[in-house]
């Protein structure tokens, strides 16, 4: 029975503890709450009344009032849509890689890394205190509600979005920052120079193209449903596979049974699974092998970064690489 | 016996000292974390924000996301903890946490399928379906366990057995849907990141359960004499293990679907606790739980403190300093047996 007793005691006591400080932290909660409604009024009866633009995107509405210059953007192709219209956001999720950037936008630009595009810090992109966030549907969809208390936040299709949906993502941005006739401009243009890359690629139009990202354990067949291989069907040349996934798993069997002409490849750093197929007989027996058309091309560009600008780098990078022979 | 022993040397201190140091680390823990991040807050800044002299960003930081994040740590820390210190007393195995039972890979594998195969749905269902899986997974284990009359070994290896279909699972869906490996990878270590208020309410449960499972305890230490003698002091020891089994489980599951599959507070905390204070359930519940917030603080603040504004999960620095104590302590056992 006394043992029952100390017991009573001792939960009790840890229970109480455990208790206060819980209401303690509640109550700062509760506090905060109240603010951040006020904040809210405030925000939106301010937006109703300075009239601003309502932006339509993946997650809902956005009110944007004057025009954002300080934009925090979470994925690369929206550094790229900002570049296009000759802007460089304040913030960017450069997964800490600054040459990334550069290479991105062509040049070492001023900004604050905040962190991976996975994970971006809330408290960096709050400490910016931006007058717009750019997120992707993908990722950031859980945290929407977080970026829109620190700014407004467009959510738009940018990881593993196609090329026509990355078209409209770019058009969506230059609504937002009110240049919606430099987009078209600017997109009629785009459209020229893909046409005349068209032209003037002299591949045999029989021949089939297949774009690759090869890893130290997996060859990756992009198919024409991917962004690249959109792309390159734009660019009038046919990609070996087509199929509603944009990705494909393949080994060695599988890629000699497709046997494409041209062997476009992302490498990724590091160890190479094409590098144990060179070996096998099967490789040997490939087209693009036999015929010496195999090409390496850039990892980010070719697979990360999309967007105007990056697309037309691309469209050159085919025609330079296959014009060649 | 070995326990007795250890019980000796370790009753130096009074228990409700030890409880109440542990209570203030985790106090000073909290303190110095909430200065911690990208942005660094200097302890004064801090208290001059607390009482009102306040700078609107830093606050603004403090109060959505510092504040809520260490609140989940403590309750998340002390619920895994409580869990993992009653599993190590049904089961009787000192090696016994929430991964063994099976429960945390269901969540997880719940998790992995909303992740892969619908992505778009609405962000409530990926800690709903985590909880279900648990749920599922613990349900299965309780219906296999019950005919054979809940016996320590029957649990863990119809928990293990259940992990590693489970595990199975999992490793099926991230080599199928190689592209979306690092946000499962990312649930399945567990991480803090972008928990807020919201994560709090979900985890009120545990602040009912965890004091609930503290007043059980009495009946855990006469569940550790043995089944023939608990019976002989008039205890259903089928029975209470079912209820205890129960809430542990809730418990984990409910830790989880917030926060992800973190790994080894469950484990370690009990047997840091048990160094502490010894093995009477009733200073040990609650030591396990405080040790089990204490580390899960730690591990979240160091991950936002250490290379800003990179975040490391908290799941692996869980890991980092939980894997290496495990092996000290499967050597220390073995050394035992």
């Not at chain 1, 405030?42 to 944007?64: L, W």
């Not at chain 1, 690249?228 to 798993?249: H, N, R, S």
């Not at chain 2, 200065?35 to 924000?49: V, W």
């Not at chain 2, 300093?321 to 092996?327: C, E, N, T």
């Amino acid at each position: 029975m006394q043992s029952f007793i100390k017991l009573g005691k001792l939960s009790g006591l840890t229970l109480i503890l455990l208790f206060t400080i819980m209401m303690v932290l509640a109550g700062c909660n509760a506090a905060q709450n109240n603010t951040d409604k006020e904040k809210e009024e405030q925000t939106s009866t301010g937006a109703k009344e300075s009239k601003g633009r309502v932006i339509k995107h993946e997650m809902g509405e956005t009110v944007i009032k004057n025009t954002p210059k300080k934009i925090v953007t979470l994925e690369l192709s929206f550094v790229d849509s900002l570049n296009t219209l000759g802007m460089t956001p304040l913030g960017i999720a450069d997964d800490n890689k600054k040459d990334m950037i550069a290479k991105l936008v062509g040049s070492d630009i001023d900004y604050t890394s905040v962190g991976t595009r996975e994970q971006p810090s809330l408290e960096v992109i709050s400490s910016l205190q931006p007058d717009l966030i750019i997120a992707d549907v993908e990722r950031h969809s859980a945290i929407y509600k977080d970026l829109q208390q620190i700014a407004p936040t467009i959510v738009l299709k940018s990881r593993e979005s196609t090329y026509q949906e990355n078209l409209d993502s770019f058009k969506t941005i230059a609504e937002t920052l009110g240049q919606a006739e430099t987009a078209e401009k600017r997109l009629s243009e785009h459209e020229k120079i893909i046409n005349e890359i068209n032209s003037k690629l002299n591949l045999d139009t029989n021949l089939t193209v297949l774009p690759a990202v090869v890893r130290d354990t997996s060859f990756q067949a992009h198919t024409t449903s991917s962004y690249d291989g959109e792309l390159l069907e734009k660019l009038g040349l046919k990609v070996a596979i087509q199929d509603e996934q944009p990705y494909v798993e393949m080994s060695l069997e599988q890629l000699v049974e497709i046997n494409p002409d041209v062997l476009l490849l992302a490498n990724n750093e590091g160890k190479l699974l094409t590098d144990e197929w060179k070996d096998n007989p099967l490789w040997k027996d490939l087209k693009a092998v036999k015929n010496d058309q195999i090409y390496s091309v850039d990892r980010d560009l070719w697979t990360r970064f999309r967007g105007i600008i990056s697309a037309e780098a691309i469209a050159k990078d085919t025609l330079t690489k296959l014009n060649e022979k | 016996m070995n326990t007795k022993q250890k019980l000796l040397l370790n009753r130096n201190f009074h228990p409700n000292l030890v409880l109440l140091v542990l209570l203030i680390i985790i106090l000073i823990l909290s303190i110095v974390s909430l200065g911690l991040g990208a942005i660094y807050i200097t302890p004064s800044e801090i208290i001059r924000n607390f009482i009102g002299e306040e700078t609107q960003s830093q606050r603004f930081i403090l109060n959505n996301y510092r504040l809520p994040r260490i609140i989940i740590a403590i309750i998340v820390g002390a619920g895994l903890a409580t869990a993992g210190a009653i599993l190590q007393g049904i089961l009787r195995n000192p090696l016994a946490s929430p991964d063994v039972i099976g429960v945390t890979k269901g969540a997880g594998l719940a998790a992995v399928i909303i992740i892969v195969l619908f992505p778009s749905s609405p962000i409530i269902f990926l800690p709903l379906s985590a909880f279900i899986g648990a749920a599922i997974i613990a349900t299965i284990l309780m219906l296999f366990v019950y005919k054979k009359g809940a016996q320590p070994n029957t649990l863990a290896l119809v928990g293990i057995a259940l992990g590693a279909i489970c595990q199975a699972g999992i490793e099926y869906f991230m080599i199928k849907f190689p592209d979306n490996v690092n946000s499962t990878l990312l649930w399945l270590t567990g991480s803090l990141w972008a928990r807020g208020w919201e994560h709090v309410y979900i985890l009120l449960p545990c602040l009912i359960l965890i004091p609930l499972l503290i007043g059980l305890t009495s009946k855990l230490d006469i569940l550790s004499l043995g089944d023939d003698i608990a019976t002989s002091l008039g205890e259903r020891s089928k029975f209470l293990r079912y209820i205890l089994l129960s809430v542990a489980v809730i418990l984990i599951g409910v830790c989880v679907a917030t926060v992800g599959s973190i790994g080894f507070i469950g484990l370690i905390a009990p047997h840091i606790a048990r160094r502490i204070v010894g093995s009477k359930f009733k200073v040990l519940l609650p030591a396990s739980a405080l040790v089990g917030a204490a580390l899960l603080l730690v591990a979240d603040s160091l991950g936002r403190g250490l290379f800003p504004p990179l975040e490391i999960p908290a799941g692996i620095i869980t890991a980092v300093i939980g894997a290496p104590y495990f092996l000290y302590l499967l050597r220390s056992e073995r050394k035992k047996a």
